[in-house]
């Protein structure tokens, strides 16, 4: 193996440990939350007359359960986003894509029958450092976004919130760091 092979495998894998001890987690797995629909409720009989209030988060699904009603009920968003049609048992399922607040009801029973839906943004990723032996598993606080709702923007166009390449930043930094090293080491060697 030449001397200047050598160094380069030491490089690569500094360079692999870094990004795996930093590798970032992905954003949560998206959820499903069942609501029951009862005849004259959504959610449960205490209901009745009431609003049913869930809250989720952006790209978790709604599926409404219907196998509790004798009667035919629906469950119609009050801005036409989703509507289940005439449903006498079965469930019907939405997903919510973006944050906001989203009222339904039941066509047939619209007084007795209502609801909200809450969605939250989703929850920004997170970075998990991945250890061996006695160490712990520590997780890394996600990032969180300046008032005003935008990070500021580079050369290379606006960054997103919740940016999670800052372990890359880091990985290139140790490369950097190690190759520097092996060149110095390397030219001495030649001197």
């Given amino acids: 193996m030449t001397k200047l092979v050598r160094p380069m495998f030491v490089l690569a894998g500094l360079v692999m440990l870094a990004l795996g001890l930093f590798a970032p987690a992905g954003p949560a797995a998206a959820a499903t939350t069942t609501i029951a629909v009862g005849d004259y409720y959504f959610c449960s009989s205490s209901f009745d ?14 599926v409404w359960d219907f196998s509790g009603a004798t009667s035919t009920h629906t469950t119609t ?3 036409s986003l989703w509507n289940s049609g005439n449903m006498n048992g079965g469930t019907f399922q939405f997903t919510f894509s973006q944050a906001g607040t989203f ?5 047939i029973h619209a007084t007795e029958m209502k609801g909200t839906i809450i969605v939250e943004a989703a929850a920004a990723p997170t970075a998990t450092l991945i250890t061996s032996g006695t160490f712990p598993i520590a997780t890394l606080p996600p990032t969180s976004t300046p ?7 580079s050369g290379s166009g606006p960054r997103q919130p919740g940016s999670t ?7 290139l930094s140790i490369a950097g760091a190690a190759l520097s090293g092996a060149g110095l080491a390397y030219a001495r060697r030649q001197l």
């Fill in 49 to 62: 007359g009431g609003n049913c209030q869930t809250t989720i988060h952006a790209g978790d699904t709604v």
């Fill in 77 to 79: 968003s009050d801005t």
């Fill in 103 to 107: 009222t339904y009801h039941c066509n």
């Fill in 147 to 153: 008032s005003g709702g935008t990070l500021p923007s």
């Fill in 165 to 171: 390449n800052w372990w890359l930043l880091g990985a």
